[in-house]
């Protein structure tokens, strides 16, 4: 047909060339001021926490917009399908919606929280990796709160993110990461002397409600030799948020520190985004070559929010009441911690488990103990009694702690464990005055020693314990008495 209509435009005998190069200059003129094409679908239900939408063909994971006839926007994601039918989870409330309302996919890189107007399909063939939500990440986020979709919180205008990255996970070939060889420092007495963590290392911070696993967290943001912080604030209360920054992490914490906030308020989606964007900021870092510290309060709210929306699209509870997604979330998002190729960063993750009504057998408590590299237990006793960080040094242990330290050092270790343990179990006896002194030597020292081993494991907040200082007081704890 274009050599039928170039024939017609170059024929001299033709007496309506002219016309027909008015005319084609005119369609050209049309094309490049026409819109784009944009492909779409519409509603057709929305019943609680998913909606869903025909019209569309995009894969788990694709990034959508639903236009309202108000004008206003809700962005959603695509978390699973049946047949043509289309299951989105909506990031922000979806109040306004009515039936039949336009589904527009996100079909670039383009950050959504920078975004003015609604995406377009630039090509048709786009690769689906390419539709997936892209976030920033880089050293322009440092000293800043963001949301769990990357948008600022703190006021401080726009970000300065050096480039965009999905909430893919980056899967490692277990023998391409670096051994964990190098200890981390984390200023906190107990955890450095007793409970040494290597940098690469995944720890959990198993705690009930109120016994002071945020004020933990705060000092080892605080006091820690990493190079960079990356703090998730995952469904927790919101006023603890503006706490957790200004009182627990501190102006000093806070320059070299990333965090993102995603409260109980916001809806489940956004929780899960939540701790994918965090954990994708931290593993930037340690591509860069440095050294990244990631908290993560808490595990078990992100483990809710992938329950809210496995058992929203129809997935049955199996494990009181959690689907099966939640226990294969779980590692997915674990395991893009810890160190990277040999000579590369690392990511040490500390992860709290919310223990409801300490109960240490919970099944998210006891999924995380098995895939992390170890776990700390603060205790309602210690906590109740003034003990803090209250840290139950019986119930805890660090994995990778015997190929970090010297045999000397770990018989050290053992030997605090031992007393301490042997006055624990004796302390009812001694408090009636029915052990009579002499009968078990072990014990003997211990009731001696045991005002120093409740000093050397309590510590202010506000005071930082290096990894030197600490295994130094350590020794001289235990050394011989004359």
């Known amino acids: 047909m274009s050599e039928i209509i170039q024939a017609i435009v170059h024929s001299p005998a033709d007496p309506h060339a002219g016309q027909w190069r008015n005319f084609l200059k005119g369609c050209g003129d049309a094309a ?45 994601e695509v978390v699973g399908f049946n047949g043509d039918r289309l299951y989105l989870m909506p990031t922000q409330d979806v109040f306004g919606l009515t039936p039949g309302a336009k589904v527009v ?9 920078t975004l003015s107007e609604p995406r377009v399909a630039s090509h048709p063939r786009r690769r689906a990796s390419d539709r997936v939500r892209h976030f920033p990440v880089g050293e322009g986020l440092l000293g800043r709160v963001l949301d769990g979709v990357g948008r600022p ?27 964990i060889r190098q200890i981390l420092d984390v200023g906190v007495r107990a955890i450095n002397a007793l409970l040494t963590v290597g940098r690469g290392q995944r720890m959990g911070l198993f705690a009930g409600s109120g016994v002071g696993k945020s004020v933990l967290l705060g000092m080892m943001a605080r006091y820690t030799s990493a190079d960079v912080i990356v703090v998730g604030l995952i469904g927790e209360r919101g006023r603890e948020v503006k706490e ?32 994918s964007y965090a954990t994708s900021i931290a593993e930037y870092f ?17 483990a809710m929010a992938q329950r809210e929306i496995a058992l929203a699209i129809g997935e049955p509870p199996a ?41 240490q057998q919970d099944p998210i408590a006891d999924s995380a103990r098995a895939i992390l590299d170890g776990h700390i237990v603060l205790s309602r006793q210690l906590a109740e009694s003034g003990h803090y960080p209250a840290i139950d040094i019986e119930a805890s242990i660090s994995r990778a702690m015997s190929g970090l330290i010297a045999p000397e050092y770990f018989e050290q270790v053992r030997g605090f464990k031992q007393l301490y343990a042997r006055y624990q179990r004796s302390r009812d006896l001694i408090s009636v005055g029915a052990y009579a002194p002499g009968s078990d030597p072990l ?22 314990a290096s990894h030197v200082d600490s295994v130094a007081d350590l020794g001289a704890l235990l050394a011989p008495q004359s």
């Open 32 to 76: 490049v001021a026409a819109e784009p094409f944009q492909r779409s679908g519409h509603l057709t239900r929305v019943t609680g926490l998913v909606m869903e939408a025909v019209g569309l063909k995009l894969a788990v994971g694709s990034g959508c917009t639903v236009l309202m006839p108000n004008g206003n926007r809700v962005e959603a």
């Open 105 to 113: 996919p996100w079909e670039n890189i383009t950050n959504p929280a």
């Open 153 to 179: 919180l703190d006021g401080l205008g726009p970000l300065k993110a050096e480039r965009e990255a999905p909430l893919v996970n980056q899967s490692f070939n277990p023998l391409d990461r670096e051994p």
């Open 244 to 275: 957790f920054i200004e009182q627990i992490l501190g102006a000093e914490g806070l320059a070299r520190s990333v965090v993102v906030a995603a409260p109980a308020d916001t809806w489940p989606l956004m929780r899960l985004q939540g701790a």
């Open 286 to 302: 340690r591509d860069q070559g440095k050294n990244v510290l990631l908290i993560m309060d808490s595990l078990t709210r992100y």
């Open 319 to 359: 494990t009181k009441g959690y689907p099966p997604s939640v226990f294969a979330k779980l590692p997915q998002l674990v395991e893009r911690a810890g160190n990277g190729i040999k000579g590369g960063g690392s990511i040490t993750a500390f992860y709290t488990v919310l223990t409801e009504g300490d109960d």
């Open 443 to 464: 014990l003997d020292r211990a009731i001696v020693l045991h005002p120093q081993l409740e000093a050397f494991l309590q510590q202010s907040m506000f005071e930082c």
